[in-house]
């Protein structure tokens, strides 16, 4: 018998997953029923509205199409939210708003915080979600443990003291036999500060907390659930209300945007004015975007 050619053997790692298309932004809302726009890196950054965002907008409006700004910015209500993009000329209403933040007041729900003591590391407004369905929003405490702990911020408190505080509470909880439970609404690790720079987001502050919790208890130690992209419930939540599952995620990162609606069985458009890059994008496979855009315009 002929020994075997390995060179015609099939090799499973060898078949190569399809590219992304490359499309302009007027090519892909022909489509698609529904549009969910990722906000930072996207529509906007820290340093204002990106180029095409606001034309973008409008010409979903004109056009009378379904849209929805899907964020993991928890620091503000979705009247501020509107506000914000309006001072920068992008036409979105509070009706367009899904933000990370409007998930906590159902998560807490659920977990039956009503009535009970909750830090809230993040803006008056992610305070506020907490406060919807009457918990009693507390600073740490050690002598006092909270029963839930919800990051939804970077800012809007005194950062390292918080997280020491909170830090400190969670192990004395845990000593007496008390379960904390930890609510993540901006997993995001990093955003878009500016053209080149970026910084430090909410998730980055989980995972230093979450770190620590498993040095200091162990196996035990509690674990954030995450509430915001890529969660299922964002998406699906998002999917509800457009009323439709034909629509595209547009964002500029992987594992949130991109990872988050191919969960759900959507499409999904990274934006190169964000976090990835376009290399990164075409190396990421079976888990890369349906599509590839420069920018909105």
Known sequence: MPPRDSSRAPNPRATPWPSPERLRYAELIERCDAILFDAYGVLVNASGVLPGAAQAVARLIARQ???LVVTNDASRSPERAAARFASLGIPVRPEHVLSSGMLIAPALREHGMQGKRVVVLGTGDSANYARQIGAEVVAPSVAHPA???VIADEGGFDTLDAMDDTLS???AAHA??????L????PDLVYPSGEGTFGFT????AGMLERALQLLIGDDAPRFEVLGKPARRHFETALEVVGTRNAVMLGDTLHTDVAGAAAVGIASAIVLTGVTTEA???QAGAHGPTYIL???C
Not at 202 to 205: E, F, N, P, Q, V
Request: net charge negative; hydrophobic share 50%.
């Open 202 to 205: 909410a998730g980055s502050l």
């Open 169 to 171: 509470m969670i192990v």
């Open 280 to 282: 990164q994008a075409l």
């Open 147 to 149: 029963d839930a702990v």
């Open 294 to 296: 420069n920018d909105l």
């Open 176 to 181: 007496q036999g008390r379960s904390t439970t």
């Open 183 to 186: 609510l993540l609404a901006n």
């Open 65 to 67: 199409q379904t849209f």
